[in-house]
């Protein structure tokens, strides 16, 4: 392939990739026409996430699942978290928080659990009290007793000023934790690491505004089965609006910066937090060990 039908096909394959941000932009004579794709670019398009692959067990020579924490106050993790108004920008922009919490509620997507080793199913109907506070205040209360037989007749109802009604949005989430296997594959010989599941942390609803709230693990997602939802959602691309970049890509391709909280370990998983209790530099000083011991497999491969 000589050097003109290779620049040909890399401005092919740009072009492919930018049609992406925002279809027909630049052809569209009304705002509606925007996003619209047409028949050529849907038959080039080719939406299916990039299939792993099989990887049998007997060519995993070492292996080791770790839990990471990714920050999303951290300005690398910024495209997992923004934009978190949606009512002022296109509808082809959205929070990760976002696009698994409508695939959830549409029904797409099924395989959500209480925990990271994915044992207890949580439906949506388990989950509606963490994604929505509804409680009466206390001036509501006095004003149900004070006309009680009304209220209970039927004859007033309960004005929207007595109710506290609170949703969780993305805007309250404040990380992602998520699991994975490193593992070495004797075929190929390499270090990989294979995305295993992922869970928003934020606090509830009913602790939004509460400064004291502590953050808990919403639910687990068993990362594979969100693929092709994920495959469909993009990131903002800072450098180039042009060519954003899949969900479902940024997680593999780890573009983002997280930190080692647990791993794999005889005493049933214990986190570095139970073990090196009241000091956060030993925290990340044990975080890294444990990243360098993974890191350093792959180096003694090579050393004889």
């Known amino acids: 392939m000589n050097c003109r039908n290779l620049l040909s096909l890399v401005i092919l394959v740009a072009g492919s990739l930018a049609s992406n941000a925002q279809s027909n932009l ?6 509606e026409e925007i996003g619209k794709k047409s028949a050529a670019q849907l038959l080039s398009d080719n ?15 070492m292996g080791k699942a770790v839990w990471e924490i990714i920050d999303l106050d951290e300005r690398i993790n910024f495209p997992l978290y923004f934009p978190v108004d949606t009512a002022n920008i296109g509808t082809e922009r959205r929070s990760l928080f976002h696009v698994l919490l409508k695939a959830i509620k549409d029904g797409e997507l099924t395989e959500v659990y209480a925990d990271s080793y994915f044992n207890t199913k949580r439906t949506l109907s388990e989950l509606e009290n963490t994604f929505k506070f509804r409680d009466t205040v ?19 109802v309960l004005d929207k000023q007595y109710i506290d009604e609170r949703f969780l949005t993305s805007q309250d989430v404040s990380g992602y934790k998520i699991k994975g296997l490193w593992y070495f594959d004797k075929r190929q010989g390499e270090l990989k690491y294979r995305l295993i599941g992922i ?5 509830e609803a009913r602790d939004i505004g509460n400064e004291d709230a502590v953050a808990i693990e919403l639910f687990w997602i068993y990362f594979p089965a969100a693929r ?3 495959n469909q959602a993009y990131a903002f691309n800072d450098k180039n609006s042009a060519m954003p970049i899949s969900f ?3 997680l593999n391709s780890r573009r983002f910066n997280a930190v080692i909280y647990q791993e794999e370990n005889v005493y049933g998983d214990r986190q570095i937090e139970k073990y090196m209790k009241d000091n956060s530099q030993m925290q990340l000083l044990e975080a890294e060990r444990v990243k360098d011991k993974i890191r350093n497999f792959e180096q003694d491969m090579w050393n004889y």
Request: proline fraction near 8%; glycine fraction near 6%.
């Open 26 to 31: 630049l052809n569209a004579k009304t705002p």
């Open 47 to 61: 939406d299916a996430p990039l299939p792993y692959g099989h990887v049998d067990d007997r060519d995993i020579l």
């Open 138 to 156: 206390d001036a509501g209360r006095d004003e149900i007793n004070n006309f009680y037989d009304d209220y209970m007749s039927g004859k007033k």
């Open 228 to 230: 092709e939802i994920l």
């Open 248 to 250: 479902d890509r940024l």
């Open 199 to 203: 869970c928003p942390v934020a606090t």
